[in-house]
Nanobody, 115 residues
Framework: VQLQASGGGLVQPGGSLRLSCTAA????????MGWYRQAPGKQRELVAS????????YYDGSVKGRFTISRDDARNSVSLQMNSLEPEDTAVYYC?????????WGQGTQVTVSS
């Protein structure tokens, strides 16, 4: 069962995007959720995560203060609001449980930050 991310696109530096991901209820409700990204030539990395109770979050230092992760338990969805985007944020973004599980990796959504 793959988790599919959506909402990516091309945006200018300083712009914003909102990514979304919906999971099956039995996956979403039992797990912490995370957003990951993989830039060309780099390893996939955890960008942000949110505990299953929604009360605690984690952000990588490179996005802290610019990105906000949230979850909607009624819709079994997790979102990533990305503000003040920088060219260094260009990557394919994925959602998965945290820690991630191989079967859940989807195709991701491309985010390109460029003028």
């Amino acid at each position: 069962v793959q988790l599919q991310a959506s909402g990516g696109g091309l945006v200018q530096p300083g712009g914003s995007l909102r990514l979304s991901c919906t999971a099956a209820a039995h996956i979403f409700q039992r797990n912490n959720m995370g957003w990951y990204r993989q830039a060309p030539g780099k390893q996939r990395e955890l960008v942000a995560s949110i505990w299953k109770d929604g009360k605690n979050t984690y952000y990588d230092g490179s996005v802290k203060g610019r990105f906000t992760i949230s979850r909607d338990d009624a819709r079994n969805s997790v979102s990533l609001q990305m503000n003040s985007l920088e060219p260094e944020d260009t990557a394919v973004y994925y959602c998965n449980v945290q820690p991630p599980r191989q079967p859940y990796w989807g195709q991701g959504t491309q985010v390109t930050v460029s003028s």
